[in-house]
């Protein structure tokens, strides 16, 4: 179990250094977090946590409705 939790924590770390330490103020800061993430920053989790925006549940996707793997790993990829 340990193992696989320093796993996880390399893995994270591996792709922050990767996006915001290695992209660094090349890139627009939107371009950086969705390499790191995955997706569109929001700001709803800061609002929440700020007691200002009630939380709310999202659904999960259907397997017809999630983007292919190949798709993420082309929108991820940057252009220099």
């Not at 922050?16 to 103020?25: D, N, P």
């Not at 929001?42 to 009630?54: R, V």
């Not at 939380?55 to 983007?67: G, I, R, Y």
């Given at each position: 179990?340990?193992?696989?939790?320093?796993r996880?924590?390399?893995?994270?770390?591996?792709?922050?250094?990767?996006?915001?330490?290695?992209?660094?103020?090349?890139?627009?800061?939107?371009?950086?977090?969705?390499?790191?993430?995955?997706?569109?920053?929001?700001?709803?989790?800061?609002?929440?946590?700020?007691?200002?925006?009630?939380?709310?549940?999202?659904?999960?996707?259907?397997?017809a409705?999630?983007?292919?793997?190949?798709d993420?790993?082309?929108?991820?990829?940057?252009v220099?």
């Amino acid at each position: 179990m340990l193992i696989a939790l320093q796993r996880l924590v390399f893995i994270a770390w591996f792709r922050f250094r990767e996006s915001f330490l290695g992209m660094g103020g090349a890139y627009h800061p939107n371009k950086v977090f969705r390499k790191f993430r995955g997706r569109d920053p929001c700001a709803d989790a800061i609002l929440w946590s700020l007691g200002l925006k009630p939380m709310t549940v999202v659904e999960e996707k259907s397997d017809a409705e999630k983007p292919d793997r190949k798709d993420i790993a082309e929108s991820n990829r940057v252009v220099n």
